[in-house]
């Protein structure tokens, strides 16, 4: 409970301190782009699960995931970064802005989640690997379908 707490209060700070800092059509951008590297990385594992299991690979993308769970991405959620144009139109709901402590739990989770995927495949478990993927895919699942437009 405490590092979620820590969390939150570290995403508040850092989206103060980006607010000044970031337009944001650039803000738009960086959140699109990263997302679409942990896609990328998602799409790696997963293929790595259900197909010819390969460690390296799979290390690879979790750390990449890992990576960029732990970024401070929250920053690139400046206020009216519900509309606009980073590489395409937002698909970020305005709630994602209003409903700091639901947000703040999610990203928690996710962070989590992504820690504990790099963790297991560093093992070259597969197995767990593939439970621990299932579970970061859920926290996705779970912002997705509260905070990202169709």
Known sequence: MKNKLMLAL????????????????????????????????????????????????????????????????????????????????????PELFTDGAKVGKIAGDFNQAANELAKVAATGDAGAVKNAFGKLGGTCKSCHDDYRNK
């Open 10 to 93: 570290l995403a508040t700070a850092l989206t103060a301190t980006a607010h000044a800092q970031v337009k944001t059509e650039d803000a738009i951008k960086w959140r699109q782009s990263a997302y679409a590297t942990m896609g990328w990385s998602m799409a790696r594992i997963k293929a790595n699960v259900e197909g010819t299991y390969n460690k390296d690979e799979v290390i690879k993308a979790a750390n990449v995931i890992q990576a960029i769970a732990n970024s401070g991405m929250g920053a690139l959620y400046v206020p009216g970064s519900d509309k606009g144009k980073g590489w395409v139109d937002t698909r970020v709901k």
